[in-house]
């Protein structure tokens, strides 16, 4: 009977689902500051399907923050966390402090979605959150082309898909993935 049990609660193991598989993501554990200085890190949001965007506030796809925050209202209640990063690595479009910025997005696009602190998404000062986005080891890997580069993670903490810049947040292809990984949760 002694024997019987470990090999018991093994089997139960495969059938249940592991709490803590998302939080075991590589992604969740780089240190992060919110738009306000605040430390933070992607753990927060463990479970969650996470749009990661880089933004800037004078592109010519700076609209695409109201496309955001529509979908962060329509699936926020459903698990969906749309997360903006600033960065100023494509034609100086993002110059401001980070003060700015957020003033800049509420104020604007009445930007409710979390925001975090300008970084660099390329270059030798690249942040550790893109080099674990683009790097040899991503799905996906590759260099962010421009502002408003797409990062779907599922809840499992895993890279699911890209989506270039001019692929529009309210696009067929970017709802239809989010809503393929939010049925999955």
């Known amino acids: 009977m002694k024997r019987l ?3 018991v609660v093994a089997a139960l193991a495969l059938f249940l689902p592991s709490a803590s598989k998302a939080e075991d993501s590589n992604l969740y ?3 992060l500051k919110d ?3 605040k430390a933070a890190t992607l753990k927060t949001y463990a479970g969650k399907v996470l749009l990661i965007v880089n933004v800037a ?3 010519g796809n ?3 923050y109201e496309e955001l ?3 962060w209202r329509k699936y926020r209640d459903q698990g969906l966390v749309v997360l903006g990063f600033p960065s100023n690595d494509f034609g100086s479009q993002e110059p401001g402090t980070n003060e700015e910025i957020k003033r800049f997005c509420t104020s604007r ?3 409710t979605f979390p925001l975090f602190e300008k970084i660099h998404v390329n270059g030798p000062e690249q942040h550790p959150l893109y080099t674990e986005l683009t790097g040899e080891k991503a799905p996906m890997p590759g260099p962010v082309r421009w502002n408003f580069g797409k990062f779907l993670v599922g809840p499992d903490g895993m890279i699911a898909a890209r989506f270039e810049p001019e692929v529009k947040p309210d696009s067929a292809e970017v709802i239809g993935a989010i809503e393929k990984l939010l049925t999955k949760k």
């Open 109 to 111: 696009y009445d930007v």
């Open 35 to 37: 738009i306000g200085g």
């Open 29 to 31: 554990s780089i240190p």
């Open 69 to 71: 925050e529509a979908l």
């Open 62 to 64: 700076t609209p695409q």
């Open 5 to 7: 049990l470990p090999s």
């Open 57 to 59: 506030s004078e592109c």
